[in-house]
């Protein structure tokens, strides 16, 4: 395989992801905005928010390989924030939830 169709390949591999990473973050957007109790609100930009934002860095970092030949640091140092405060986030989110008495919403037939 020649070098040209491995960077050819490589680009495609970016392409591919920053759309599935795009799409990940449009899910987890109109989650935030569509679903109905605090808690399930929390699930959509924790879960698949942050997973399209991975998918981006991963895109960018290899962006960077193919122009550059280096790895970037930045992306890495981006992903790590991201995947440590998102959790953390959302647990305090939930524990103040709770504590002010919110619940989420009573599943149909639940009360029978």
Do not use: N
Request: hydrophobic share 55%.
């Amino acid at each position: 395989m020649s070098a040209a169709m491995l960077d050819y390949l490589l680009e495609v591999l970016v392409s591919l992801t920053i759309v599935a990473g795009a799409g990940f973050t449009l899910v987890g957007s109109i989650g935030l905005l569509r679903l109905d109790d605090v808690f399930q609100r929390m699930h959509a930009p924790t879960k698949a928010t942050t997973l399209g934002v991975g998918l981006i860095l991963v895109a960018s970092s290899l962006a960077t390989w193919l122009a550059q030949r280096e790895i970037s640091l930045h992306e890495v140092l981006v992903a790590v924030l991201l995947f440590v405060t998102a959790p953390v986030s959302a647990y305090m989110v939930a524990r103040v939830a709770l504590q002010r008495g919110l619940r989420g919403q009573e599943r149909p037939g639940d009360g029978d």
